[in-house]
């Protein structure tokens, strides 16, 4: 009994110990002073931290509007509960409404109070017959917020109901929670006209290698959507696996998945696809070939079909094989000469064709081992590995010294692959009546391997006839420095940017075959991400009509040592760095601009070198990143927005990876923010 009432004692005195110390914390008020929140004395009178980062300078949008901003000072308090909605009638329309009160819910449910203004929201959408997320969509919007006599009267126009999806995302960023009053609040005057800079803004995710599941990929469709993001581009198949449930040739999906746990079902990717659709993201898939092709193939010879792949090694009972005839484990490239692979091939086309409701289709097409016997790898030209593709070369005549009778094989590949895609979609068996194929994807980079192991077919004298520029699109994964981008260009094709110094966001792990590090390094900061396009401009020298064929860019997630469990960080916040980048203008409004100079103004610089003047070597210059007349967007000016938006990710249910203590976002973050040092 005695020991009961110790115990008692001790949690009474905890509890109240508790209770006393809650009491003693209190709320952090804020003022808005020169377009930033200072933090107040302990106990002053302010505003609640979000409504001072809404309604102060600039705001805090992300991504930053590319067109005009006027955001009020003043606010007005919300009924959560009283938001009403006109304008919609579809199914679309309804997720859009779900998904923009999901995130304002996030932000806290306040009890409905005597003071607090009902919301109507109309949205008007011009061309209704879009209904599908491309790349080709008019994603521009125009939003409003009036108050009149304890209403407040919100209108999103936009040409089509993506744009409005967008309208609706900046306004869930307006709407903010008072702590002070337990209430949500919006700014009393709000006027917006907003679109993208860039049509193609995405992320690629490799599920092969390490298998995604569905709700880690609709984790990571949501936080595109908050983003603006358009373009989920799914690496599908690589030699480690397929994934993909292909209801006509099921030995792919038996012999490719690693278990029965990790398919991709058939109504799983259409329920996938509908969510992405509904947060205005276009689900791009990619089927590599004819490298990175093992699982999934295994099973020809069983089926009498002969050898599907060669140089494969799929039990991996070959120790270090890889290390000659491919770049990674598992190796395995596809039996191009076996004229049994292409029904094959072609059930698989028309599956993910159909599942995945695109208008473009990426055929991989990147790092073909050739080798020799003699090199430091070889796959097609090996004697032993090989054999199917050198037996073939020998009954027709064909020289296997000869660099270009292997291209001729990769060529004739590509052009009976593209003709299966187009005519799958122009016979539009299982595909929707208006699924058109506007453009196919391929991989591409710069680079001549002088050992003949790797091929590049974008050195190829007649690239144009295999890969027409009106029907192709490159996307260009190679270095910045000596990147084959504008080459592309000037031959007359579109480009999506994916240079492995800027966007690939596994670079800087570990090695996952050996110690001493990861291939690519190093880790790519949020800062140099976000300066990849004005970068890449510049180090290019690309004029207007040059950068009108750069289409976007995407961040990149390979996933040799990624899956669940570290995706979200590995993307989040730096893909959203990406993201702004691709929606923003190149300069900032007067409004930001305004705000920024005030910042640079007031900060001691002596011992400082901006991000410009370190890359150029040029320490006495003054900061370029403001001139009389415009500002330009760099990391820094964006660095406060970064801080609080990945605070408000996390919020809703995204995993992203901090950025700084917790006592920096609680203060004006440029305390802790320094501009200087070159981005990585």
Excluded at 275 to 300: C, K, N, R, T, Y
Aim: proline share 4%; net charge negative.
């Amino acid at each position: 009994l005695h020991s009961f009432d110790m115990l008692f004692f001790s949690l009474l005195v905890c509890c109240v110990l508790a209770v006393s110390l809650a009491g003693g914390f209190s709320k952090k008020s804020y003022s808005c002073v020169d377009g930033s929140c200072q933090l107040n004395a302990q106990g002053a009178a302010g505003l609640a931290h979000g409504i001072c980062l809404t309604t102060c300078g600039a705001g805090n949008l992300w991504p930053y509007p590319s067109g005009d901003v006027s955001i009020s000072s003043t606010f007005e308090r919300i009924d959560f509960k009283g938001i009403q909605f006109e304008g919609g009638s579809t199914e679309m329309d309804n997720k859009i409404e779900q998904s923009f009160l999901a995130s304002v819910h996030s932000l806290g449910k306040p009890t409905p109070k005597s003071g607090q203004s009902n919301i109507n929201v109309k949205y008007v959408v011009e061309d209704k017959t879009v209904a599908t997320p491309s790349t080709t969509n008019d994603e521009s919007y125009d939003i409003s917020v009036t108050s009149d006599g304890g209403k407040v009267f919100v209108t999103i126009h936009g040409k089509t109901i993506f744009g409005v999806r967008h309208g609706f995302e900046t306004l869930s960023q307006l709407v903010s929670y008072d702590y002070f009053a337990d209430s949500l609040v919006i700014p009393s005057s709000v006027n917006i006209r907003d679109k993208p800079t860039f049509p193609y803004r995405g992320v690629m995710v490799d599920v092969a290698r390490n298998f995604m599941s569905i709700d880690k990929l609709k984790e990571t469709i949501r936080a595109m959507g908050y983003n603006k993001l358009n373009v989920l581009h799914l690496h599908i198949s690589d030699t480690a696996s397929f994934p993909l449930e292909v209801t006509a040739q099921p030995n792919v999906t038996a012999y490719g998945a690693y278990d029965a746990a990790h398919v991709y079902s058939v109504s799983e990717v259409q329920d996938l696809v509908q969510f992405a659709h509904a947060h205005g993201v276009m689900i791009l898939p990619e089927v590599d070939m004819p490298a990175h092709v093992s699982a999934g193939w295994q099973w020809g010879p069983e089926a009498g079909l002969g050898e599907f792949i060669v140089c494969a090694d799929p039990d991996g009972t070959h120790s270090t094989q890889f290390l000659t005839d491919s770049l990674e484990p598992p190796s395995g490239q596809l039996n191009v000469v076996d004229e049994n692979v292409y029904p094959v091939l072609y059930d698989i086309y028309k599956t993910v064709a159909s599942l995945f409701q695109s208008d473009f289709f990426h055929l991989g097409g990147d790092e073909v081992i050739v080798g020799s016997d003699e090199a430091w790898a070889a796959c097609y030209n090996s004697t032993d590995l090989g054999k199917p593709i050198l037996e073939y070369l020998a009954q027709n005549g064909l020289s296997r010294t000869d660099t270009r009778t292997f291209y001729a094989l990769w060529n004739n590949f590509t052009m009976r692959a593209t003709s299966m895609v187009q005519d799958i979609y122009k016979a539009k068996e299982s595909l929707l009546p208006e699924q058109i194929l506007k453009k196919i994807h391929v991989w591409g980079g710069s680079g001549n391997d002088p050992a003949g192991v790797t091929y590049n077919m974008m050195l190829e004298p007649k690239l144009k006839s295999i890969l027409p520029p009106e029907l192709f699109t490159v996307q260009v994964w190679d270095a910045s420095d000596d990147s084959i981008t504008k080459t592309l260009i000037e031959k007359g094709y579109d480009v999506i940017l994916s240079n492995q110094d800027y966007v690939y966001l596994d670079c800087g792990n570990a090695g996952f075959t050996n110690a001493g590090g990861y291939w690519c390094q190093p880790y790519h900061e949020w800062y140099h991400i976000y300066d990849y396009i004005r970068d890449i401009t510049e180090k290019w020298n690309l004029s207007e009509a040059q950068l009108a064929r750069v289409q976007g860019s995407e961040t990149l997630i390979w996933a040799e040592m990624v899956d669940d469990q570290n995706l979200s960080q590995k993307l989040w916040p730096r893909s959203a760095a990406l993201a702004e980048a691709l929606w923003s203008s190149n300069y900032l409004s007067d409004t930001a601009a305004a705000a920024h100079v005030a910042r640079v103004a007031k900060s001691t610089s002596a011992a400082k070198v901006t991000t410009k003047q370190a890359r150029s070597a040029a320490a006495e210059q003054q900061d370029p990143k403001v001139s009389e007349d415009k500002v330009e967007r760099s990391w820094f000016e964006a660095a406060g927005r970064m801080l609080h938006w990945r605070e408000l990710l996390v919020q809703r249910g995204v995993a992203a990876e901090a950025l700084m203590p917790r006592w920096c976002s609680q203060r004006d973050p440029y305390a802790c923010y320094v501009d200087a040092g070159i981005p990585q």
